[in-house]
């Protein structure tokens, strides 16, 4: 079992910045990759980024690439998104995720684990 639990949301100004951080507890973090997820009104959750289990390769939406990075902690248990030069479009709820997949991370099936969720707003 793996528990997250998702920190860091809020409102913001179109153009600035957040860092989300989820945190885990649980048995062996180091061995999932973790993603994260966003859910806008009236749409379906989709995907932002994800990072295997070492740190070493990470994926992007290709509206966030430049933008958004995802980082992990393993001696914290903790995964990141620092999200810059955010837009009105990037406001949702985000969800981090735990998945013991070393491929498809941008499926949202391929995830075991889910988080609750925090709320980015961003305003102009």
């Known amino acids: 079992q793996l528990q997250l639990v998702e920190s860091g949301g809020g409102l913001v100004q179109t153009g600035g910045s957040l860092r989300l951080s989820c945190a885990a507890s649980g048995r062996a973090f180091s061995s999932y990759a973790m993603g994260w997820f966003r859910q806008a009104p009236g749409k379906e959750r989709e995907f932002v980024a994800a990072?295997?289990?070492?740190?070493?390769?990470?994926f992007y939406e290709d509206s966030v690439k430049g933008r958004f990075t995802i980082s992990r902690d393993n001696a914290k248990n903790t995964v990141y998104l620092q999200m810059n030069i955010l837009k009105s479009e990037d406001t949702a709820v985000y969800y981090c995720?735990?998945?013991?997949?070393?491929?498809?991370?941008?499926?949202?099936?391929?995830?075991?684990?889910w988080g609750q969720g925090t709320q980015v707003t961003v305003s102009s």
């Open positions: 990072i295997n289990w070492s740190g070493g390769s990470t």
């Open positions: 995720g735990a998945s013991t997949a070393t491929w498809g991370l941008q499926v949202r099936g391929k995830y075991a684990y």
